[in-house]
C-alpha cells in the first residue's frame, strides 16, 4: 500500500520509491533464478504510465527474461490497484540487468537449469 510518506507533493508514488521496490523485485527474480548472490548493474527502460495514488496498493511482478553467463535481465511490472473498487492498471514497467556474484563481489557464473537441483526449479 502506498503511504503518504512515499509520495510526492501530488500525492502519488514518489518515483525513486516506485524504483526501489522494483529494484528489490529484480533481486528476489534474478537471487531464485540463480540461487547465489547477485547485484543490480544496470536499471534500463523504466516506463511510468499512469500514477500511483496515495492509498493505492501495489503489485509487482518480476521475471527473468535473459541468462547470459554472469547476468540476468529481468523485467518488473507494477500494478497499481484501488482498494475499495479493485480497478487495476499498469503504472510502471522497468528492466533490470543483474549479475551473479561471488563473496568478494566478483561476477560468477549463472547456473544452467540442467545444473540446479529439481527442488530449485519449482
Given amino acids: 500500500m502506498v503511504f503518504p510518506d512515499q509520495a510526492n507533493h501530488y500525492g502519488t ?28 548493474a544496470t536499471s534500463d527502460r523504466t516506463e511510468f504510465h499512469v500514477p500511483v495514488r496515495v492509498g493505492e496498493l501495489v503489485e509487482l511482478n518480476a521475471r527473468v527474461i535473459r541468462v547470459g553467463r554472469t547476468s540476468m535481465t529481468v523485467v518488473v511490472e507494477m500494478t497499481a490497484e484501488a482498494l475499495v473498487t479493485g480497478a487495476r492498471r499498469l503504472a510502471v514497467r522497468g528492466s533490470f540487468e543483474m549479475v551473479a556474484v561471488d563473496g568478494t563481489g566478483k561476477p560468477v557464473p549463472v547456473p544452467r537449469p540442467s545444473l540446479l537441483s529439481e527442488e530449485t526449479q519449482t
Fill in 13 to 40: 508514488l514518489f518515483g525513486g520509491n516506485a524504483l526501489s521496490l522494483m529494484g528489490k523485485a529484480a533481486f528476489v527474480a534474478a537471487t531464485r533464478r540463480a540461487r547465489c548472490p547477485v547485484v543490480m
